[in-house]
């Protein structure tokens, strides 16, 4: 990783995304910290979305459903 890319996961998917993509509230640990990701909606089913992580894939793919409760749309 590089300093400015944060290693996130969401659901079963994680990527290598940029820190200008991620907000943190704390310090990151290498235990991880819960934050919010910029992500792209891709299609909306219901009370969930296919979204999209903006960066490099690492596990899984770049893609994956998650609550849309959870969206912090803004």
């Known amino acids: 990783m590089f300093e400015n890319e944060y ?3 969401v659901d ?3 990527a ?3 820190s200008g993509n991620v907000n943190v509230p ?3 640990t290498i ?3 819960d934050g919010n990701v910029r ?3 891709v ?3 219901g009370d969930r ?3 999209e992580l903006p960066g490099e894939a690492v596990i899984g793919g770049r893609r994956t459903w998650v609550p849309t409760a959870s969206f912090a749309r803004g």
């Open 49 to 51: 979305a296919l979204v």
């Open 43 to 45: 299609e909306e089913s």
């Open 7 to 9: 290693l996130v996961t």
């Open 16 to 18: 290598l995304v940029s």
């Open 26 to 28: 704390a310090a990151v």
């Open 31 to 33: 235990q991880g910290v």
């Open 12 to 14: 079963q998917s994680s």
């Open 39 to 41: 992500v792209y909606v």
